[in-house]
């Protein structure tokens, strides 16, 4: 079972606009995941898989759904990196299996996810944020992360997601999220 949301099957309804966004509106952003080396800090892993992350501003945070098919390996970590790469900073961690080192600084815990797919869903709230500390009280809202993800400049800033797994513990799928 995933802690932060006590059923298997996992859903978020995404409320309405908290009107922080750059344009006035709520902030959106997307990332499309493979393994085809584009994103810095991402080696190779001989993965067929694909995914995708989709993040949208609400009243309540920054509400997420990071879904993926084809992996190598059962899914260890879904997160997302700063300094516009696969080994940047931990931003936000989205999922840790149960008894991991980190699992209390994650916002969905449980069992190995499966390679062959699934999807995860929930809201990032301020103390998601930054959880490792590595930003040295930089990014430490929702606020502050999104306009960090807005300035999604790969290799100097933005935010990207990565999926590590039991076949490519650093990386097996990795991409830049950009704003919508």
Excluded: W
């Amino acid at each position: 079972m995933l802690r932060s949301l006590g059923v298997a099957g996992l859903a978020v309804g995404v409320a309405g606009c908290s009107g922080t966004g750059g344009d006035g509106g709520s902030a959106a952003f997307v990332a499309e995941l493979s393994d085809d080396g584009s994103i810095p800090g991402h080696e190779g892993s001989n993965s067929d898989g694909t995914g995708e992350a989709t993040l949208e501003e609400t009243d309540e945070g920054l509400s997420f759904e990071v879904s993926y098919e084809n992996l190598e390996g059962a899914v260890n970590g879904v997160h997302i990196h700063g300094e516009g790469a696969a080994d940047g900073g931990y931003l936000v961690r989205f999922f840790e299996p149960e008894g991991s080192d980190h699992a209390d600084e994650a916002i969905l815990t449980g069992e190995l996810l499966a390679a062959d797919g699934d999807t995860i869903t929930g809201t990032v709230q301020d103390d998601h944020v930054n959880p490792s500390g590595d930003y040295d009280g930089e990014i430490e809202t929702v606020s502050a992360l999104v306009s960090e993800l807005e300035d999604a400049e790969l290799g100097s800033s933005g935010g990207v997601v990565n999926i590590h797994t039991e076949h490519a513990p650093d990386s097996e799928l990795a991409g830049q999220l950009e704003p919508q």
